[in-house]
């Protein structure tokens, strides 16, 4: 992954928001893993809305894909500014600490299985 170097530089002041990591990662992950306040739980259901009362953009996740726009789980604003801990991004917001996991699914090779020709 190409990371510009003006996200770089975000990251290094202290600047770097959770919306600047979904941009660069948007197309990559297949599951959100979410631990906030000792609650954990994975989400393969979730989109960006910046259609809410509050005109703020904000990460939306859901546990079923048929609710409404409402019914969400959690809500993140995009705006949050993030700290990157190896493998999560982590935010305190008013003394909750929340921490973002984004997994990715691959193609499982099955070529293994075939038996191989003698050449």
Same mark, same amino acid.
């Given at each position: 992954?190409?990371?510009?170097?003006?996200?770089?530089?975000?990251?290094?002041?202290?600047?770097?928001?959770?919306?600047?990591?979904?941009?660069?990662?948007?197309?990559?992950?297949?599951?959100?893993?979410?631990?906030?306040?000792?609650?954990?739980?994975?989400?393969?259901?979730?989109?960006?809305?910046?259609?809410?009362? &509050?005109? =703020? %953009? #904000?990460?939306?996740?859901?546990? /079923?894909?048929?609710?409404?726009?409402? *019914?969400?789980?959690?809500?993140? &604003?995009? =705006? %949050? #500014?993030?700290?990157?801990?190896? /493998?999560?991004?982590?935010?305190?917001? *008013?003394?909750?600490k929340t921490c973002l996991q984004f997994l990715e699914t691959k193609v499982i090779g099955l070529d293994?299985?075939?038996?191989?020709?003698?050449?």
């Amino acid at each position: 992954m190409k990371v510009p170097q003006a996200v770089k530089t975000k990251c290094v002041m202290g600047e770097l928001t959770l919306g600047d990591v979904l941009n660069l990662i948007n197309s990559r992950f297949s599951y959100i893993c979410v631990v906030q306040d000792g609650v954990s739980g994975r989400y393969d259901n979730w989109c960006v809305n910046a259609q809410l009362p &509050d005109k =703020k %953009s #904000k990460l939306l996740l859901y546990r /079923d894909e048929n609710t409404q726009d409402y *019914d969400h789980d959690f809500s993140f &604003d995009l =705006k %949050s #500014k993030v700290s990157i801990k190896s /493998d999560s991004v982590e935010w305190e917001e *008013d003394g909750l600490k929340t921490c973002l996991q984004f997994l990715e699914t691959k193609v499982i090779g099955l070529d293994e299985i075939l038996p191989r020709r003698n050449r």
